[in-house]
């Protein structure tokens, strides 16, 4: 009931960065948080960032201070901007919503947008 559209990744060099943007459609009125994971090859997924309704935020500790994670709620869209981006950074970045809908929680995934940090 809630569709994720990520988009802004590609390829970078040690340093740049990126900004990834998640579109939210669909019962967006039950989401109560957004976060953002990612997963590099042969690692499992993992939190790298994720926001509340109230506006409350948290970082995993390899991107604290370098990521930020924002909202625009006009535009049902959660951003991820990547600043000093480097090598290990490089992953697949998924927009995950979580929510409850008619009393039962539930969690929407998004497909995913590569992210290449040369060296």
């Known amino acids: 009931q809630v569709q994720l559209v990520e988009s802004g990744g590609g390829l970078v060099q040690t340093g740049g960065s990126l900004r990834l943007s998640c579109a939210a459609s669909?019962?967006?009125?039950?989401?109560?948080?957004m976060s953002w994971y990612r997963q590099a090859p042969g690692k499992q997924r993992e939190l790298v960032a994720r926001?509340?309704?109230?506006?409350?935020?948290n970082y995993a500790d390899a991107v604290k201070s370098r990521f930020t994670i924002s909202r625009d709620n006009a535009k049902n869209t959660v951003y991820l901007q990547m600043n000093s981006l480097k090598p290990e950074d490089t992953a697949i970045y998924y927009c995950?919503?979580?929510?409850?809908?008619?009393?039962?929680?539930?969690?929407?995934w998004g497909q995913g947008t590569q992210v290449t940090v040369s060296s």
């Open positions: 995950k919503a979580d929510g409850i809908y008619h009393v039962r929680g539930y969690n929407a």
């Open positions: 669909g019962i967006i009125f039950t989401i109560n948080a």
């Open positions: 926001i509340t309704n109230s506006g409350d935020t």
